[in-house]
């Protein structure tokens, strides 16, 4: 079983009452050090877990991004976005594998209708009042637990304290509060597994698609972009902007076009800007037309959200306001910026049948744990993926 809750950064746990974690933790192996992949954001990293690729070849390059075929792409979970690799589930069932997709991204496709053997949920699983409809999700996990056609693999979303992070603060009572029903979530699913027959071998993995910053204010990208005459689009989503070009009548003017918002951008200390054909070494985005030409990348405090994500009261300082915009209006803690920055890493914790007992181990590759389930479940990982399992993890390396 693979669960995963939306922004458990470390600190939080550390910060607040997680028993059924920290039985995790004594019984099985953990870590606070779980690596996202660039940019380190939900949608982008829940799909990179469960294919394990990196967003380049799996295509879901941000939260946001514009597909010059399918056009405008906005936290969509239709595993059909996918240009390459498969989802877990669909691994699983190729190779016999009854599964469970319970708001599980990539758990539908509008082409080939659901993925998996049972499907849970429709939408966005964050919509309010989503808590009702996570503790009916958490017990509608524990009946599969308990039915005599148990699953293979189940797999869960939860949207945990990510909101609350985003718009009330780490250290927030909402916070706390928020933490402590996923810790429930997570106590009431090993009770369940506790009742069951001794031959029933269940191995539980808890984890998370990224961490959690503090930040202070908004970079103004619109403002920034016009104030330079620089003539792009920017479809921007957590701490990065896609800054995509029009077309130009020939290459020499293209480059000279990215090579002057380059040096104009460059300016700035509050992010740094690289060409999707030039990018550093943590951005593994690919070269494909759903990334900008150019990417703009936030440095903490400062994060970046296209206009229409701001309250409405606040939009018209994109046209004529100031390049950097206080943000205690709108969010006081974000994520997406490069793995590595401190706060982004997220956690993961393994438990149960086929799992070692190292307690806490260092640095984990998200990317590797679609191969380490595989590797638990006995079948072989999903085509093209590019992690590798983690045998840290596994009572039989």
């Given at each position: 079983?693979?669960?995963?809750?939306?922004?458990?950064?470390?600190?939080?746990?550390?910060?607040?009452?997680?028993?059924?974690?920290?039985?995790?933790?004594?019984?099985?192996?953990?870590?606070?050090?779980?690596?996202?992949?660039?940019?380190?954001?939900?949608?982008?990293?829940?799909?990179?877990?469960?294919?394990?690729?990196?967003?380049?070849?799996?295509?879901?390059?941000?939260?946001?991004?514009?597909?010059?075929?399918?056009?405008?792409?906005?936290?969509?979970?239709?595993?059909?976005?996918?240009?390459?690799?498969?989802?877990?589930?669909?691994?699983?069932?190729?190779?016999?594998?009854?599964?469970?997709?319970?708001?599980?991204?990539?758990?539908?496709?509008?082409?080939?209708?659901?993925?998996?053997?049972?499907?849970?949920?429709?939408?966005?699983?964050?919509?309010?009042?989503?808590?009702?409809?996570?503790?009916?999700?958490?017990?509608?996990?524990?009946?599969?637990?308990?039915?005599?056609d148990r699953p293979g693999l189940i797999l869960g979303y939860f949207c945990g304290p990510d909101g609350f992070e985003h718009f009330t603060g780490m250290e927030s009572e909402e916070t706390r509060a928020a933490v402590e029903r996923s810790d429930a979530i997570v106590a009431g699913i090993l009770e369940t597994i506790d009742r069951l027959e001794p031959q029933a071998r269940v191995s539980l993995l808890v984890t998370t698609d990224h961490g959690m910053v503090d930040v202070t204010h908004v970079v103004n990208i619109a403002r920034i972009l016009r104030r330079h005459e620089i003539d792009a689009t920017p479809i921007s989503s957590g701490t990065s902007s896609f800054l995509y070009f029009p077309e130009f009548p020939d290459r020499a003017a293209r480059d000279a076009a990215l090579d002057a918002a380059m040096n104009a951008l460059s300016s700035y200390d509050a992010f740094s800007v690289f060409r999707k054909d030039a990018p550093p070494t943590y951005a593994r985005l690919g070269n494909s037309p759903r990334v900008g030409d150019l990417v703009v990348s936030a440095h903490p405090p400062y994060f970046i959200e296209d206009l229409e994500s701001w309250p409405s009261w606040l939009r018209w300082l994109g046209r004529i306001g100031p390049d950097f915009i206080w943000s205690r209006f709108t969010l006081k803690a974000t994520h997406g910026y490069a793995p590595g920055t401190p706060g982004v890493a997220g956690v993961v914790y393994a438990w149960g049948d086929g799992v070692s007992n190292r307690g806490r181990v260092g640095r984990v590759r998200n990317i590797d744990l679609h191969p380490t389930v595989t590797t638990l479940l006995g079948i072989e990982p999903g085509p093209e993926v590019e992690g590798r399992r983690d045998r840290r993890f596994l009572e039989t390396p």
């Open positions: 079983m693979l669960l995963l809750f939306d922004g458990f950064a470390p600190q939080i746990v550390d910060a607040f009452s997680t028993p059924a974690l920290d039985r995790m933790g004594r019984e099985g192996t953990y870590s606070h050090a779980l690596d996202p992949v660039f940019p380190s954001i939900s949608l982008t990293n829940g799909i990179t877990i469960s294919t394990g690729c990196q967003p380049g070849k799996h295509g879901v390059v941000s939260n946001r991004f514009i597909d010059p075929e399918r056009g405008l792409y906005d936290h969509a979970a239709d595993a059909d976005w996918l240009t390459g690799c498969e989802h877990i589930h669909e691994t699983a069932e190729r190779q016999g594998v009854r599964t469970a997709a319970m708001s599980w991204v990539g758990r539908h496709s509008e082409t080939r209708g659901q993925l998996a053997s049972v499907v849970w949920g429709s939408g966005n699983p964050c919509d309010y009042p989503f808590e009702e409809r996570e503790a009916e999700r958490a017990a509608a996990i524990r009946s599969l637990l308990v039915a005599p």
